[in-house]
């Protein structure tokens, strides 16, 4: 009762968040952004949502397809149908509530394909640590291709932390990262090893442990290859998404892949923090956009356009899937009775 309470609580925390961040934006636009926001989403060229859409199913398509391959190890072949259908069931699912997606996918692909439901929310576990580990490699690339601009952020905002103006030079630019980098890590050791037995502390190591497992558990996969490109094709189409989505609207049509991947790298982040990532979502997107000159009410009507495709084609497909899976299923279940039925008869 007490950790339902908690889960309930959590997810009006979060949502709540969510809203007051739509208030917060549209609350904060002078008339002038409001007129550059509404005209910024009527001069849009919404054609360049179709590719957007096929670039989304071609991730979601992949991503199942990369669970099967963890299935196998197991002993199991789930049908690529099957598996894709609560792949976007979960999605749909997780817009609402958070984390309710991997287990409704799970319950509903053992139902279907006969998997015992704890081994598929053990593979679950082991892609959701790859997915982590991915994240960071994105994050360290986005920075690497990006040095310049993230380094003359990072010593702006520090320079304003430390002197209150923007004129520290580099190398005390640099000192100072190095002294907070060497300060968080003897903080971090020292409370580890001083309260190593409190709840909080042994689930964050047991949470490390499991991440350096789910790491090294990929090895025993019979497909690795496969997995791997399946990994790879799923970024790149989130990568493409917003690539592509910069030519729908003209003042940021300019913009590169060194800008999608600074906007893929928070808007994932954006994606988790609230359902479906509404607030979050478009907020992340136009502060990531100032950093690259762009206006901020054109920055969140590309936000708002962005995810509005993305929320449009979770609740479309996962609707959809949701019907085709009861109703193929039920098929074909009844199929299997017709035919044993036939079988005693003769």
């Not at 098929?331 to 044993?340: E, M, P």
Request: glycine share 6%; hydrophobic share 55%.
């Amino acid at each position: 009762m007490r950790r339902k309470t908690s889960v309930i609580l959590q997810y009006i925390i979060f949502l709540g968040g969510g809203i007051f961040l739509i208030w917060w934006q549209f609350h904060n636009m002078t008339p002038n952004q409001t007129v550059k926001f509404k005209s910024a989403l009527a001069g849009a060229d919404y054609r360049i949502l179709i590719p957007i859409v096929f670039f989304a199913l071609a991730s979601h398509i992949s991503r199942a397809l990369r669970w099967k391959i963890l299935l196998e190890p197991l002993g199991y072949k789930p049908s690529s149908f099957n598996t894709f259908c609560v792949t976007m069931v979960g999605y749909l699912a997780n817009s609402f509530v958070p984390r309710l997606g991997e287990i409704l996918k799970c319950t509903l692909l053992a139902k279907y394909e006969k998997i015992p439901v704890q081994k598929l929310i053990g593979t679950i576990v082991i892609e959701r640590i790859f997915d982590i580990f991915c994240y960071f490699i994105f994050i360290c690339f986005t920075v690497l291709i990006q040095y310049k601009l993230v380094g003359n952020f990072v010593k702006a905002e520090i320079a304003t932390m430390v002197t209150g103006n923007t004129r520290l030079p580099l190398w005390a630019t640099v000192l100072a990262t190095i002294a907070i980098i060497i300060a968080a890590f003897l903080l971090l050791r020292f409370i580890f090893k001083k309260f190593a037995s409190a709840k909080l502390l042994q689930q964050i190591n047991n949470f490390i442990t499991g991440l350096k497992e789910g790491i090294a558990s990929i090895k025993k996969l019979q497909k690795i290859g496969w997995f791997l490109f399946y990994t790879l094709l799923i970024w790149s189409m989130y990568l493409l998404q917003i690539y592509i989505g910069f030519s729908a609207i003209e003042q940021v049509s300019h913009l590169g892949l060194n800008a999608a991947c600074s906007v893929l790298t928070l808007a994932t982040l954006a994606m988790i923090l609230t359902p479906g990532g509404i607030g979050t979502f478009p907020t992340a997107i136009f502060l990531v956009l100032s950093l690259y000159k762009i206006d901020q009410s054109i920055g969140e009507a590309f936000g708002w356009l962005m995810w509005g495709t993305t929320t449009f084609i979770i609740l479309f497909f996962g609707l959809l899937c949701l019907a085709l899976l009861l109703f193929i299923n039920r098929k074909k279940q009844t199929d299997i009775v017709l035919t044993q039925s036939s079988s005693i008869i003769k």
